[in-house]
Each structure stands twice: as C-alpha cells, then as structure tokens.
C-alpha cells in the first residue's frame, strides 16, 4: 500500500522540489551578483556559487535519484498513464536533466568549465583588440569540446541536435533548417525592398533627452500593465539585462536605463516583462522544480518575450493607451512629437551589424547566419579560420552591408566563447512562435479589430489570460512543437512572422 | 612530515573556510529578505533559509569536525604555542562553536526553534493589544527553554552566565553586575540633574522636511568620510536596520528614511557605519571563518558603533566639518538653524520609554533595568506574572517615569520572545568598551584638542587606524575583557563613559 506522500511519484516530485530551493538559492545569488554586489566580493562570490553548483551537480547526479526516476517511470507504464499526465511529464523530464547531467564524464564538464572561463576572456580581449586571430583557437578549442559533449550525450548522426537539445528539447537542425529559409528567402527580399523605398524614419526622437526616474516609472506601469505582479517580483537595473523566475512568489526582472535613449530600457523591460509573466504564471506553487511547473523550452519563452515586445509593445494600439501617459513622462522631449511619428520610430527596419541593436525584421537575418556558420562549423565544413569571411559574405547577402571589422561582425556576440552552440536560433524560434501564437489569440479574442481596442483601452489581461491557459499554464507536458500544433491547429510555419512583419513594412515603408 | 596544507591546523581551517561561504550564501539570503524580497515570496525564502540553517547545522556538528579539532588542539599543546598564536586562536574557537553546537540536543534545538516562531507571533499580538497576560505563558515558556539550554551547556551554578557566553564570550552575570552597579548609581543622578537643569534641547528642528534623497547621500558621505569602503559594502533601507558582514569584500550597511525626521537615518547610518568598519577590517582574507577573523563579542561589535554614533557623531568637532554640508543638502531645514541649537538638539538627554528611541545617557538605564529583571527571571527571583510591576517600579526608579501601559514598558523589545537572554547587557558593554577606548585613542592622537581638530578637518583615518590596529585585526585572539586590558593598560570601568556623559551634560545643561 502507498500512501499519497509515499507514491514514486511523490517521493520524486519531492528530491526535485528540494533541488529546485537550493537552485533558487543559486538564482538568488547569481541575481545578487548582477545587481548587487560590490566590486571589492568578485572572489568570494566566485566560491558561493561554485560551492552552490557542486552541491546541485551532486544531487542532480546522485544514484538514489535515478533508482526515483526508474521507480516512477515504472509506476506510469503500470498505470497506463498519459504522456502529458503529471506523472509521465515529471517523470520523463526528470530523466531527461538526469541523463544529460550523468553522460558527461567530470574530466569533460571540468574541461568546459575551464573553456568557457577562458574562452570568455579571451573573446574579451579580442573583441577590444577587434583581432579574430587571438580568439581563433580558443573557439576551435570550444568546437572540440563541444563535439565531444554531443557524442557524450549521443545523437542521430548530426551532433547539432545534441547541443540544440539541450535549449530547445526535441528540436532538430533539419526541422530549424526548413522553417528558417522560408523565413530566410521572404524576408531578405522584404528588407531589401524596405531600403530602397527612400523611407528613414525619425530615429533622434527616441535619442532627446529622457530623465532616467522617469523611464524607471514608465516602465514598472508598463510592465504593471501588462499582468506583471510586483507583489511577486521586482524592476532593477542590471548591465546586460536578464529575468529570473527564482521560484513561486519571487521572479525578478532587470533593465538598463540611458538617460539619452528611450527605446532600449522601455522595450527592454516589455521584453523581459514577457519572461517575467511566463515564469509567474508557471504552475511552481504545485510543481516547484519539476516538468510540470517548468518552462517548455528557450524558445517558447522567447515567444512569450517578443509578444510583449513586438506585436504588442510596438503596436498603434498600445501606444493609443501609452502615449497621453508618456508625454506625461517625458513632456520636454515628446511635446512637440506627433504619434505616427513615434510610432515609426519604434518601428524603423533598418539593416546594422549587431544584433543586440537590431530591429524586429533584420533581427532575424542576424540569427539565420549564426545558425548556418555555427552548424557549419561544429560539423567542419567551415573552417574556424574561415568564419571572418563567411560572415562577411553573408552579411552582404542578407542585410546588403558588410562589416568593417571583426568586433562588428563574428566577434560581437558572447555565446560562442562560453560554449552556447545552438542557442542562437531559439531567438528567432521564438519570433515565429510567438507570431503563431498571436495570430490564434487574436482569432479568440474576435479579430484584429477587437483585440486593438483592448490594447487601445490598456486592456491586456484577456491576452495574458489567453497565454497562461493555453501556454503558461502547460508546464513542460508537451514540446514546443507540439504546443504549437495543439494551440494553433496547425505545425509551425513562418507565415505568421512574415505577414506580420509585411503589414507593417506596408504601413510604414509603403512596400 | 606534514606539508602546508596537510598541517591539522590547516585542515582545520580550511573546513571553517568552506563553513563560512555557506555561512555567507545565508548571509545574503537574509539581507535579501530584509532589503529586496517581494511578499508573495516568504515560503520559499522560509524553505531556502531553513535549507540552509540545516546544511550548516549539518557541517557544525560533524564528527569529522570534532576530530580535526581534537588534532589541531593536539597539535598547539605539542608545538606549546601560545593562546594568542593563530593556531591555538583557530582550535579554541572551533571547540568553543562545536561544543555548543553538539550539546544540545535535536529535540531542545527543535523546541527552542519552535518557541521562537511561536512566542514572536504572541509577542506582536500582545503588543499590539497591550495585553501582557497573552504574553505570559510564551515567556514562561521559553524561559523554561533556556534554563534547560543552560544547564545541557554547562555553567558554574549561574544558568545566566551560560546564555551570556553565547554573545560575550567569557563574560560572566556578577562581572557585569560590578561595573553596571558603578555606572547606575552616577549616572541616576546626572538623569536627574539634567531633568532638574530646565533646560530643553530644540529638538523642533529635527522634525523638519528632509528630503530622503539628500538624506541618503549625506549618509553615504559620512559613511564614506569615516573610512567605509563602498567598493567592498553597499547601503541600503531595512524596516529594521541592521549591518551583515557577509565576508571578505561583501560588508552591507542598512537605515532607514523619515522624510520628517533627520537624526534617525543619519545616526543609525553611523551606527551601522561603526559596525562596517569592524566587519571590513577584521583579516578576513586571510582568516575567513575562523576566529583570528572574526569579531570578539556583541559587545566589542557595539564598542565600534558606538563610538562612530556618539563620542564621534554627536562630537561638536565632528559637526564643524559635517555642518556646511549638511546646510547644503538641506537649505530649506537648515538655514535658520544655530550650530549651537543643533549640537544641543543632537545631544539631548531626556527619559524616555522606548529604548531605541532613547538617547545616548538614558539607554544604559533601559539597559540596566532589562539585565537585572531577565536575570531575576531565569533565577526564579522573579515571577513573570510579576514582570509588569517591576518593570514599571524600576523605570520610576532609575528615570523618573512609569509607562502608562505595557506595550510602553515591559512589551517593547523583541528579545525575549525570541529567546535572546543575555543579549541586552552587550549593548551598555558596547558603549563601556567603547568609551574607555576612545580615552585610549585620545591619548594616542595627541589628547582631545589635537584629536577634535582632526576631526573638525574631516579627518577620520587616524582614528580608524588606531582601532584597526588594536582591535579589528586581532581577531578573537584574546576575550573582549583582555582585549579592554591590553588597549587601554586597565580593566574595564565605567569611569570613561560616565566622564564623557557628565562633560556632556555640563556642557549642554549646565550640571
């Protein structure tokens, strides 16, 4: 006889609850560190949180966990239990994190460790120095390891996968490769004609001058707006902004503010209030550290990001509400500024050589390149020596300009440095799903029309309502895919994100 | 043959370091629930910290410990290093810690910790509600508790001493008696002179409009002025504030704005700043979590913020460098304003029921009063049905009034709902220790015309210097009352406090 605290399912759901304190307690400290900490603590705050990852790699790892594991999946194929039943979702994701956390040998997780700390500071340097040559053994070092991690955990022929698995679970490059260059072959003809319809949009408005109280203020209301609960997190200020959704009652975004820029911590803070909403809205009071309370995958929570951002964040709707409060806000900088204008500032297409910078249609030329040169070198049919020219060339190809220097082309980003090969396409994974989402809740919600007169009135609980029965709500039950199907009736395409981003390059650039 | 780090005592040490990083993650957990935690988030802050408390609970009461101090201590007798020495520091400390924390036993530890939770709650509730009787069985309680506490510890037949020893270290129940019993009967009397002078500080202009911001930076800058390295600590608000030594590089500051009232934020900040000082200069680089890093007592802790808060930040010297400042961040408040009035407003004795609203003659009264009656109570002399009356008997006696209800008198503090008896003497230790190491440092400044002139040119760095030298690097080398002898060449006395209170009172009131 098993009683309920007594069930493999329970004992399990219980190892996971504890390890996800002690991983909140990291999160807690890791948040400290980018918001917090005093210059003179670096060493000691080094020692706290590596001391917090060998005691989580230890219960992560530990035998008695995977004999729960083995335990409760047993206990699922005895009751005939459904793949998206909590027991079946609990137990199928515990041994997914189990499996990759024991194929690793500690000699290779030591090996990358140390990559990644001086791969980190050797991109740096190079960066600064803007010398590719410098960095080129180091990330020929990473590609090395990385390959070896992939065979560690095992793949189906295309290491890619391995790596992709580990952001975005059960995603393959194929699958990616596919949607990507129907993106691809649409939206660099949709840029291309976007430049040359002699349209610049009035950029310096968002360039006056924006006390940083202020934007601190618009944006918590923003945020506030939206659905985010300040009861249960916070706004605070970080250099390279991020959300943590540390556990139940306590998610806590961050921003950056430039008292000479607008756009960047006001969108900023949209974006990660569309990580926050996801992660308070995760069923975590039941589910704390297991599949069920746990976001599906890097993708589908930056879908969650980019609606917030994008559809909505940049639409006429939105700033019908916004705007009367803005200028409010900002009346020396937005008097004499009229709303279409604004409106086409948030809005401008413009191709640039960072990413980071970049707006919401070439953002996604940025990241097909990065998926094609990553994959092409993990595989080695792109030499890493190679990669400077490769970029360029695509670069040329895609957004018609080419870097001068490397620091503005392949040295720009840090992901690569710190080993994170395939994390580049679940950026744009999450354009085109949120797109995809957002075409059905707008459906739901009775049209076009109706949902903008929601926004209009600062209505957005029906639309957070939307994303928290159907997506926040679902825990890791499915994968991304199959959300996608269930939720939208159809399998991912990128048709959404195309139309969405032609109706606005015919509003505002008239093509 | 025994290599560096294989010597018992760095063994030793090596596992209190490790300790102490634990130690410091819950540091950090507790300052964040105090500073930054959103209330929706309380439990799982309770689930983390208690986590935590029994990780480190765990280490301290290893056996593995038990003997790595056993061979440590081995090893002192058999190299006969002296008391002082590092090593012979390190292993008495650590028994000091592991005896206490291993005699007692789980189901004291779990009812101690559960009297805590419960006896806080019926403290709010009684105090709020004036009602003593709802307090009285908590109380009874909990003494209970503690008696049994004592007696697991060990004493010498004075269950008090045993308590004490947990906050000052070797300091003992008649030690104490002997210089409060000198302190009582003056400074009784200066009270009353004072309060028969006629004279009344403005402490009007206090309670003017003072604008939290410039609050806040005038409180960093004197922070800042008397040595507090913001590269390695930080200032922020707590409800109730308080000073957390986290570790090396990592000491935060807490205060608390009133918009309409000035001396509380800026002393306080001082106080803390005192308490910083101490926490920043201790040798914890090389000593983390030992006792050669760590500070003596709660006692010498209140010495050194004390002295920061009073004999220096309420010193007339002090205030003809800080004055002009202070006019500039607050022209509004300040401009009508004497020095003169000022200093007077700053320094104004006058009987009072609360003790942290008291000033700096009266409350060692309020502390007097609580040693004798926690004393009387855990000896049985006194019954706590009998705590109101002679709580209330007292404050006539030593300060001229009787609070007109409980929660004015013997309901205020918090302490022993939370079982902390024997805490309250530290706090006049704090301001004996420390008055009587300001006459030391005096002498070393080149008496007080030299000293005050430093002081009036801003010049803090002397003072710090002396007090690093003597006491922050020392470490627990030595107990707090031969620390007091080797400073200053005498035992302890209350002659420097009560000499310092008296010129104070001669020069504001005329006694």
Redesign the interface.
């Known amino acids: 006889m098993t009683t309920a605290d007594s069930t493999p399912h329970s004992k399990l759901a219980k190892y996971l609850r504890?390890d996800a304190?002690?991983g909140?307690?990291a999160s807690?400290?890791s948040w400290?560190e980018q918001t917090?900490?005093?210059?003179?603590?670096?060493?000691?705050?080094a020692?706290?949180s590596s001391?917090?990852a060998m005691?989580s790699h230890k219960r992560a790892t530990a035998p008695e966990l995977g004999e729960m594991i083995a335990a409760a999946e047993r206990h699922v194929v005895e009751q005939k239990l459904g793949t998206d039943s909590t027991e079946a979702t609990v137990a199928r994701e515990a041994r997914r994190d189990f499996d990759r956390s024991t194929k690793l040998p500690a000699d290779l997780v030591e090996a990358l460790a140390r990559a990644q700390v001086v791969g980190h500071q050797a991109w740096v340097s190079a960066r600064k120095a803007d010398d590719f040559n410098a960095f080129q053994p180091h990330l020929d070092n990473m590609l090395g390891l990385k390959r070896q991690e992939a065979d560690c955990v095992g793949h189906d022929g295309d290491r890619y996968n391995a790596l992709l698995d580990d952001y975005e679970p059960g995603e393959t490059s194929t699958g990616i490769e596919q949607v990507f260059t129907d993106l691809k072959d649409e939206l660099v003809t949709l840029v291309a004609k976007i430049q040359d319809s002699g349209r610049v949009a009035p950029r310096d408005i968002l360039r006056r001058h924006y006390p940083v109280e202020a934007q601190r203020n618009l944006s918590r209301q923003a945020a506030q707006a939206c659905g985010f609960?300040?009861?249960?997190?916070?706004l605070d200020v970080a250099v390279h902004p991020f959300c943590t959704g540390?556990?139940?009652?306590?998610t806590r975004l961050t921003t950056r503010f430039d008292e000479h820029e607008f756009a960047g911590a006001f969108f900023g803070t949209l974006h990660e209030t569309g990580h926050g909403l996801y992660e308070q809205n995760l069923p975590k009071i039941e589910h704390?550290g297991n599949g069920c309370g746990m976001a599906i995958s890097l993708g589908i929570h930056e879908s969650q990001s980019r609606t917030w951002e994008n559809p909505v964040g940049r639409s006429q709707a939105f700033w019908e509400h916004f705007w009367p409060i803005a200028r409010k806000f900002f009346p020396a900088a937005l008097n004499d500024v009229r709303t279409d204008d604004f409106l086409f500032a948030i809005n401008d297409v413009r191709p640039s050589f960072i990413r980071v910078e970049s707006d919401e249609a070439t953002y996604n030329l940025h990241i097909l390149l990065r998926f094609e040169l990553e994959r092409a070198m993990l595989s080695g049919d792109l030499n890493v020596a190679d990669l400077p020219g490769a970029w360029n060339e695509r670069m040329q190809k895609y957004l018609g300009i080419t870097p001068s220097k490397d620091s503005l082309g392949c040295l720009q980003d840090v992901h690569w440095s710190a080993g994170y090969l395939g994390y580049f396409p679940t950026y744009t994974l999450g354009n085109l799903y949120g797109a995809q989402f957002f075409e059905s809740v707008t459906t739901h919600l009775g049209g076009e029309a109706e949902r903008d007169s929601m926004f209009a009135r600062g209505e957005f609980q029906p639309l957070l309502d939307w994303l928290i029965t159907h997506i926040h709500s679902k825990g890791r039950r499915s994968s991304a895919r199959e959300l996608v199907n269930t939720v939208t009736g159809r399998e991912l395409t990128a048709q959404p994100l195309l139309n969405h981003l032609k109706r606005k390059a015919a509003e505002f650039y008239g093509v």
Chains 1, 2 share one sequence.
Do not use: E, H, K, N
């Open positions: 504890d304190v002690l909140s307690v807690i400290i400290d917090q900490l005093p210059p003179a603590a670096t060493d000691l705050r020692d706290q001391m917090l005691m609960d300040f009861d249960a997190g916070r540390i556990g139940p009652g306590d704390f």
